[in-house]
């Protein structure tokens, strides 16, 4: 360990950190599956070659672990205390690597919420390394093991993504709808939004208001794309009966200008769209937003 000092001396004091607790946790894993200590494993620099020595341990024991263990591993025995993964970072996957049951799912989206509570959530903060870990690190290896996020989940990590000025939030919405839990199935990250978001006051404002992440330039074409019932975003926020998410959605569609025939069919829907709109709202004695 790096950290560690072998050669006594009274001005080289061991010095302990979170990232010593989070060596020990790879010591443990590694010798519950193996029997072993990690003696030379724990010296590499290289995370595949970390990965890949792991991997052989257990093949002498024909044993067998998921990509995502063994990279957790490794990550944990990393000889630099500064490139392990943090105990925020642990507990995030953890919660997601469980049977993905709607009790798994519900402790999961409470990670989350408490994340988007935290004060230290802008650039650079603890909640923006957290999140960025764990889309960028963990989240292609969960969609391996058919983990799966509701509606909830999804707002909270493309907002808390957004905060963090990440630029990749196109790639990140692919993966997070890979694999989406019961009746919160949706075909993109809008349909997410336009579900979760109309149900909750604390996504509303987090999603619409404080990160504006449905408005980002790269996911705006994904207002145009229906789920498997036929239903654009917008619709699925008139299905719920929220003009408020409803209108922002529109005005999402609105900024996507497709060209050539493709531009006289979309606005021929988009006509089409308001005149149903504006008699739900007369429905429902309420005037347009």
């Known amino acids: 360990m790096k950290e560690l000092v072998e050669e006594p001396n009274p001005d080289n004091i061991p010095k302990w950190s979170s990232a010593s607790d989070i060596w020990s946790v790879g010591v443990t894993l590694f010798r519950l599956l193996t029997r072993q200590l990690p003696d030379t494993i724990s010296k590499m620099p290289r995370l595949n070659n970390r990965v890949t020595a792991i991997k052989d341990r257990l093949a002498e024991k024909d044993g067998r672990i998921s990509e995502l263990l063994s990279k957790l591993i490794a990550e944990c025995l990393d ?12 507990l995030s996957v953890s919660l997601k690597a469980q049977a993905s049951s709607d009790e798994a799912i519900q402790r999961s989206t409470s990670f989350w919420r408490t994340m988007a509570n935290h004060p230290d959530r802008g650039v650079g903060g603890l909640v923006a390394k957290t999140t960025q870990n764990f889309i960028s690190g963990y989240l292609g290896y969960l969609n391996l093991l058919h983990a799966t996020f509701s509606s909830a989940e999804v707002c909270l990590l493309m907002s808390l993504q957004a905060l963090g000025h990440s630029p990749s939030m196109l790639t990140s919405a692919g993966r997070l709808m890979k694999s989406q839990a019961g009746e919160d199935q949706a075909a993109t990250v ?8 109309s149900k909750d006051k604390f996504l509303k404002k ?21 789920n498997e019932n036929g239903l654009l975003p917008s619709t699925l926020a ?3 009966r929220d003009w408020e998410v409803l209108k922002q959605l529109l005005d999402i569609e609105y900024s996507t200008q497709p060209s050539g025939q493709a531009a006289n069919t979309y606005h021929s ?4 769209k308001k005149r149903r709109v504006t008699a739900a709202h ?8």
Do not use: F, G, V, Y
């Open 79 to 90: 000889p630099d205390p500064d490139k392990r993964p943090t105990s925020l970072d642990l």
């Open 190 to 197: 809008l349909h997410a939004a336009a579900s979760a978001t």
């Open 206 to 226: 987090l999603s619409w208001d404080i990160s504006k992440w449905p408005h980002n330039p790269s996911l705006c074409h994904l207002s145009l794309r229906e």
């Open 238 to 240: 008139a299905w719920e």
């Open 269 to 272: 829907q988009a006509k089409s």
């Open 282 to 289: 007369r429905e429902n004695n309420q005037e347009l937003p």
